[in-house]
C-alpha cells in the first residue's frame, strides 16, 4: 500500500506540473506593467504607489483639453466638491473648448485627462496614484481652471 501510495503522489505532482506549464509560460509572455509616463517598467518592479505630491500647481500649464478630460476625471471618481456644479461646468467646458466633437474617435489628451494623467514639460504625472487629499486638492485647481475658462 505505503509503494502505491507514493507512485500515486509522484504520478500527481508530474501532472500538477505538466498542468501548470502552460500558466508558467503564459505569464512569462505578458509585458510588464505601464509605469509613470507610459514607459514599461522592469519585470518585478512594483505597481504604482500612492503619492503625497502636490500636483495642483501644474494645472495652470496643461493643455485646455486635457483640463476637460481631467475635470472628466474628477467628476468620475467623485474628487469635487459639488458633483453636479462639476458636471456642469464639464459640460459646458467641453463644448466650449470642443474637447470631445461629434464624430470623431476623440482626443489624446482629453483622453490623458480622462485616465487621471496630466503632463507639463514632457513629465506625465498621475494624480489617479496620487492619496485621495492630492486629488481633491488637484480636482478643485482644475474645476475653478475651467469656471475661469467659462
Do not use: W
Request: charged share 15%; glycine share 8%.
Amino acid at each position: 500500500m505505503k509503494l502505491f501510495s507514493v507512485r500515486a503522489l509522484s504520478a500527481l505532482a508530474v501532472t500538477t506540473m505538466l498542468a501548470a506549464a502552460p500558466v508558467f509560460a503564459h505569464a512569462a509572455d505578458t509585458p510588464a506593467p505601464v509605469s509613470k509616463g507610459g514607459e514599461q517598467a522592469e519585470a518585478g518592479a512594483k505597481t504604482a504607489i500612492l503619492s503625497n505630491t502636490d500636483l495642483s500647481g501644474y494645472v495652470g500649464s496643461v493643455n485646455s483639453i486635457e483640463v476637460g478630460g481631467l475635470l472628466n476625471f474628477c467628476t468620475e471618481g467623485n474628487y469635487v466638491p459639488d458633483y453636479d456644479d462639476a458636471f456642469k461646468v464639464l459640460q459646458a467646458y467641453n463644448k466650449k473648448t470642443n474637447a470631445v466633437p461629434d464624430g470623431q474617435e476623440g482626443n489624446m489628451y482629453y483622453a490623458r485627462g480622462t485616465a487621471g494623467q496630466l503632463q507639463v514639460n514632457g513629465q506625465t504625472y498621475s494624480i489617479a496614484t496620487s492619496s485621495v487629499s492630492v486629488r481633491q486638492k488637484t480636482c478643485q485647481a482644475v474645476l475653478a481652471r475651467a469656471k475661469a475658462a467659462l
